[in-house]
């Protein structure tokens, strides 16, 4: 069931929240000990479940009443463990909840679990957790994408309606591609990232998972707006989002150029083109944009999001957070602490990220890389001039199998090609299921202008009645 139907059933007295939840569980029980989205459940769901009745026969408005919703793993829960599935926060439970878990709660949401993710987001595929892959439920032997892959698996499964993931360099949208889920990561600063763990804080924002625009734009609007808690939250009223498909036609469509013209699979380049179709019978305008800095966006976003790992992640060392190593004295303790904590790529990454901050090598590559940084977000302005919205694809293939690019990073990295330039330049951004490869699901992704996110969800609404929801399936498990 969607959360719009849940939500509205519920209100109306026709669905007990205990039943959503229980219907939630039970698809859980059967699905996931193959498909791994989630690495705890919430022993409070059933209570928080029943209170959602109550809160209702109090005259409470609940625009989520009794909506089962998957929260990522580096989001702050209250009373319930906060990996980051990495061995350092093996056994760390937050004393707070993250504002977006606070207002899911307010708005009678029921948190059924946590879901798995790269260590500390860092990755492509879900492979880089300490407890083990999860699975893509269109085919388990590849990977659902990363590093929200398991809030992304968790919805395309049907185990949840609605999910949060975090996005620094396309961690919602690429997997939300590679599962046939939709994928919303909206402007740096609308949704509060206090109580998100920290990987690269100029880019991180936290993103939403839904299987219909209308369900991603009842989570998203909850989720939005100031919180005087998050020093990046922008002031700016968040309106709610009401998708409306008739504002679509009429708006101009840039195709990035640098995007579609090599080494997308072609699976991928028929999507886009049939996508262009649909939208154009429907009144939308395409023309072609180019956007030339974005080839040096990969490694632009590579400096910039390693050299703040490093940083952020120098809080993990024994003495204020997390998993503590047997020591002799203190400096044993973080060595040993760090040494044993983290996993190959999170140690990469902050080796990667001490280099190019490192005196001698700054200026050669974090600074270029800022310069980098202000390039692409001109370019992106410019193009802003000419058209509503930019398309390009998602990712440059389907989901890939498990095991194809743990030994080589670069390859890895490479799966981000096309969402790190969004990071870099803060804007809005949406992954929309738009055709299958071999079976597998293809997504196209929409980017706005800054603060433009109603006209990412009226397009997004559009394709979706055009198509009737054709590429929107809940993924065929059994
Ligand atoms: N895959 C990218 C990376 O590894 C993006 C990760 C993310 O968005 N959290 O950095």
Redesign the pocket.
């Known amino acids: 069931m969607y959360a719009t139907e849940i939500a509205e059933k519920v209100r109306r007295g026709e669905l007990d929240p205990l039943a959503a939840l229980e219907s939630a569980l039970e698809r859980m029980a059967r699905h996931d000990g193959l498909i791994h989205a989630f690495l705890q459940q919430n022993p409070a769901a059933r209570d928080e479940a029943a209170r959602v009745r109550e809160r209702l026969d109090g005259g409470e408005e609940l625009p989520l009443a009794g909506v089962p919703v998957a929260v990522k793993d580096n989001i702050s829960t209250r009373g319930l463990r906060t990996t980051c599935a990495s061995a350092v926060l093996r056994e760390f439970v937050p004393p707070y909840d993250a504002t977006v878990v606070e207002r899911l709660r307010a708005a009678g949401a029921v948190i059924v679990g946590k879901t798995n993710l790269d260590e500390f ?4 595929s879900t492979e880089y957790s300490h407890f083990g892959p999860t699975r893509n439920p269109w085919d388990p032997e590849r990977a659902p994408g ?2 929200s892959g398991g809030s992304a698996a968790a919805v395309a499964a049907g185990m949840v309606p609605v999910a949060l993931g ?6 919602v949208r690429q997997p939300a591609a590679f599962t046939g889920t939709l994928g919303f990561k909206p402007t740096y600063g609308r949704i509060s990232r206090f109580g998100l763990v920290a ?1 690269a804080s100029s880019l991180d924002q936290i993103g939403t998972f839904a299987r219909s625009t209308a369900d991603l734009a009842l989570i998203s609007s909850v989720l939005m707006g100031h919180d005087p808690r998050d020093a990046t939250s922008l002031e700016e009223p968040a309106p709610r989002l009401e998708p409306n498909p008739e504002a679509a036609r009429g708006l101009v469509l840039g195709v990035v150029r640098e995007t579609v013209q090599e080494g997308n699979s072609p699976g991928v380049t028929a999507a886009l083109a049939a996508f262009r179709e649909r939208l154009e019978a429907e009144g939308v305008r395409f023309v072609e944009v180019s956007l030339p800095s974005l080839r040096y966006a990969l490694a632009a976003y590579y400096l910039v ?1 390693t050299a703040e790992a490093s940083s952020n992640l120098a809080r993990y060392d024994g003495v204020h957070y997390g998993s503590r190593a047997a020591a002799a004295n203190v400096r044993e303790l973080m060595k040993k602490t760090r040494e044993q904590g983290f996993g190959p790529e999170v140690k990469r990454r902050i080796l990667m990220g001490t280099f190019s901050l490192s005196s001698g090598y700054y200026d050669a590559y974090y600074g270029r890389a800022l310069k980098v940084r202000r390039l692409i977000a001109a370019e992106f302005a410019r193009a802003f001039e000419e058209v509503d919205l930019l398309l390009t694809p998602t990712s440059p293939t389907p989901a890939f199998p498990l095991g194809s690019k743990t030994d080589d990073p670069m390859e890895m990295y490479l799966s ?1 090609v096309d969402t790190v330039a969004v990071n870099l330049a803060g804007l809005p951004a949406l992954s929309i299921p738009a055709g299958f490869e071999e079976g597998l699901p293809v997504g196209a992704q929409l980017i706005a202008p800054p603060l433009a996110e109603q006209r990412l969800f009226d397009a997004a609404a559009l394709f979706e009645a055009a198509t009737e929801g054709a590429f929107l399936q809940t993924a065929p498990l059994e």
């Not at 987001?121 to 492509?124: E, K, L």
């Not at 975090?166 to 961690?171: A, E, F």
């Open positions: 987001a860092m990755g492509s990363g590093s975090s996005d620094t360099g396309g961690s990987f999001a981000d």
